[in-house]
């Protein structure tokens, strides 16, 4: 009996031990991306203040295009509007509408996120939206497609509504030459759309909360190991 009480108060000690190092790799992990995030929070402040760029048909270095101010000129492809499924304003659902603007002189695309539209009375009905005829001018901030998406299974979009705008994906079912960058558009809405790009807020405060929470959590599971080892 006093063996079996030895070995459970040992095993009891290294689930203490092994909930203790979880806990601090788990802090570990949410410094990492207060680090990351916030260095790429600090990355897109500094382009909303920077020269833009003016976004052609010759620029395809993806690295040298992320996370930039831009402009671009051209004319819509109303009939290739996307709608991103799946997007929350205020609490109501909605669409994110993008749609490809062809560079001018060329047959080259840059895929713009255009804003927010709320979702039609009914589901099987898509939103309508103005998008001018002649060539225009626009201004947004240049962003990434989706790279890492957690799916049960991956399937390829159908129609017009998309869950995930991938770049293989879109440049394989579009048909067209996209730039490799997304530009979300700024500026007035007078077209209807909610162009609200996310809070000014740097995302890594919220990740140091995350790991004091977890090295709270290791220091009451090392507290209760030591009292429980006392009490032996």
């Known amino acids: 009996m006093l063996i079996f009480s030895f070995k459970r ?3 009891r000690l290294l689930l203490i031990m092994l909930l203790i190092l979880t806990c601090l ?15 790429r929070f600090e990355r897109e402040q500094a382009a909303l203040v920077s020269t833009p760029i003016v976004l052609s048909a010759q620029q395809r270095e993806r690295d040298k295009l992320i996370d930039r101010m831009a402009t671009a000129r ?36 840059v895929l713009v996120n ?15 939206v103005a998008a001018s005829a002649g060539e225009i001018e626009i201004a947004g901030v240049t962003r990434s497609f989706e790279t890492r998406i957690f799916e049960l299974q991956k399937t390829a979009p159908l129609g017009a509504v998309w869950q995930h705008v991938r770049e ?36 890594a405060t919220r990740h140091y909360g995350y790991a004091a929470m977890w090295l709270v959590f290791a220091l009451m599971a090392a507290a209760y190991g030591l009292f429980a080892w006392r009490k032996k």
Request: charged share 20%; hydrophobic share 40%.
């Open 114 to 128: 255009r804003g927010w539209i709320p979702l039609p009375r009914l589901r099987s009905e898509l939103p309508s």
């Open 74 to 109: 051209g004319r819509w492809l109303a009939a290739k509007t996307l709608f991103l499924d799946n997007k929350i304003h205020g609490g109501h659902a909605g669409y994110h509408v993008l749609t490809p603007l062809q560079l001018s002189g060329s047959e080259a695309v």
């Open 25 to 39: 790799g788990m802090a570990r992990l949410q410094l990492w991306r207060a680090e990351t995030r916030g260095e």
């Open 9 to 11: 108060g040992y095993l």
């Open 168 to 203: 293989a994906d879109y440049r394989q079912l579009s048909g067209l030459d996209a730039l490799p960058v997304i530009l979300l558009q700024t500026g007035a809405d007078s077209d209807g759309l909610v162009r609200d790009w996310g809070s000014p807020e740097n995302p």
